[in-house]
């Protein structure tokens, strides 16, 4: 899952492609690169990140997913607003993939259950605003699995089917350095929910302080490693910056421990 992030204020490419042409431009790049998803977002969720009007937020995406979308490509929405889920339905996006595990919008359980798209659904501590400012868990693996499979039941209840669930722990939200790593070494826990597993590690902040506090442009070796512990692990979905980098990185593990180059 390659990431294009139509905003000014990503922690880690802000500006970027917040202009809709370079936007699809990145999207197209990372389809080559070999991206299976295209995942398009207009609000960053970084911490400390200000919420974007929702007007806002579907001007700067539709035109995106209506370009690629329009090449065949599957696109997945970044988003906590149903008002964007039902406009990037609309334009073509496949996938929602939404940091409150459709909690943030009342209305968003509904509208996905009545298309054909599959959800993402994340575990964040708090919002973006202030999600790490102390967060704190008596056993985060417990928790956020505690939480997953309960979103994972209102889903299905709400008549999501199980086969169109993916789950992501979502390291980094609402998490510390050690929450993160005690996450990545249990990923076997949430593999039994039996749904597909989403890692998005891709340039946060943990590699920097396992490392030398890099910027998020200089955190692609980190990056990688987690990718592939993930993966390990059992990761089905990779969430990246580098698409490129990442897929040699998979072709060249999967050579050494799959014998399938």
């Given at each position: 899952?390659?990431?294009v992030n ?14 809709a042409a ?240």
């Amino acid at each position: 899952m390659g990431i294009v992030n139509v905003t000014p204020d990503s922690f880690s490419d802000g500006g970027e492609t917040v202009d809709a042409a370079a936007a699809v431009e990145r999207g197209l790049t990372f389809a080559r690169e070999g991206a299976d998803i295209i995942d398009v977002g207009g609000e960053s969720t970084r911490p400390g990140a200000k919420p974007v009007p929702v007007a806002e937020e579907v001007r700067r995406v539709v035109p995106v997913i209506e370009a690629l979308a329009a090449r065949g490509l599957v696109v997945s929405i970044d988003t906590r607003h149903a008002e964007v889920i039902a406009a990037a339905l609309n334009a073509g996006a496949r996938i929602i993939n939404d940091v409150t595990a459709l909690q943030g919008d009342p209305r968003s359980l509904s509208l996905i259950a009545a298309s054909e798209a599959s959800v993402v659904l994340m575990h964040m501590q708090g919002e973006p605003r202030t999600m790490q400012d102390d967060p704190r868990y008596g056993d985060v693996v417990a928790e956020v699995g505690d939480f997953l499979a309960q979103r994972v039941a209102a889903c299905e209840a709400a008549g999501i089917q199980r086969h169109r669930i993916a789950i992501d722990p979502g390291i980094g939200f609402g998490k510390t350095l050690a929450h993160n790593l005690a996450v990545l070494r249990h990923l076997a826990v949430f593999r039994r929910l039996g749904c597909a597993l989403l890692i998005g590690a891709s340039r946060k902040s943990f590699i920097a302080r396992i490392s030398r506090n890099e910027p998020p442009l200089q955190r692609l070796g980190g990056s990688i490693a987690a990718a592939l512990a993930a993966v390990a692990a059992g990761a089905h979905i990779l969430r990246v910056h580098d698409v490129a980098a990442t897929q040699q990185a998979l072709k060249v593990w999967r050579a050494i421990h799959l014998a399938t180059p």
